[in-house]
């Protein structure tokens, strides 16, 4: 059972348009939600997060969405930018005392100058 | 500088051959993480520890040891590999106060068993 669904397995855009990222989760005790990018032969790293109690994070050109009722998350760039082009996973975690950090299967954006 | 370190990088073995991908962080953090990623099905736990002599499993630990005998080591042992732990493994650490978006994550290790 996946509990966090990114349902786009890609996404082509054009440069200095909008990227929407979504991801979908199942478990309510999900606190915390987090986005990596994903670049190939490089280990993820972390680019944007947002606690369960909030609606909205931005953060330069990207902003992260999250609609607890719908149990739905969105990351958006804007504007998009080719170095932008990578993998973006999105994960959840647990309240404090797991270590346990949910992946969903990654989305792969491609920008196009 | 601040970085995790996996070695090897790249290992091709036969199957039923025990192999061990170490971990090393300089950072001197509490928590440690392995994930694997494969095509469709994107980054899967397998254990982590959250601190010397304590391991727990992730979504995925069969066919997988652990052991933190020391902080800054986070060794994946895999003593009988199959064909289907063919992988892209990947080790992370953060500190015991910071929140996942401090995570920093290893380079990776392809591991392809025969």
């Known amino acids: 059972d996946q509990q966090v669904k990114q349902n786009s397995p890609s996404l082509s855009v054009q440069e200095g348009r909008i990227s929407i990222l979504n991801c979908d989760y199942t478990?309510?005790?999900?606190?915390?939600f987090l986005w990596y990018k994903k670049y190939p032969a490089e280990g993820p790293t972390f680019l944007i997060s947002?606690?369960?109690?909030?609606d909205k994070n931005e953060d330069g050109r990207f902003t992260v969405f999250l609609n607890k009722s719908a149990k739905h998350l969105s990351l958006h760039i804007v504007p998009s930018q080719p170095g932008d082009s990578a993998v973006y996973f999105c994960a959840a975690s647990v309240p404090r005392g797991s270590e346990k950090l949910v992946f969903g299967k990654g989305t792969k954006l491609t920008v196009n100058p | 500088e601040a970085q995790v370190t996996q070695n090897p990088r790249y290992l091709i073995t036969v199957t039923g051959k025990k192999l061990t991908v170490t971990c090393s962080q300089n950072m001197n953090h509490e928590y440690m993480s392995w994930y694997r990623q494969d095509p469709g099905l994107g980054l899967r736990q397998i254990y982590y520890s959250m601190n010397v002599e304590v391991t727990d499993k992730g979504d995925v630990p069969e066919g997988y040891k652990v052991s933190r005998k020391e902080k800054r080591n986070f060794p994946l042992i895999l003593e009988s590999p199959s064909p289907n732990q063919t992988s892209l493994y990947f080790c992370a650490s953060r500190g015991g106060l910071a929140g996942f978006y401090e995570q920093y994550f290893g380079p990776g290790t392809r591991l392809t068993v025969t």
């Open positions: 947002i606690s369960s109690i909030k």
């Open positions: 478990n309510s005790m999900f606190d915390y």
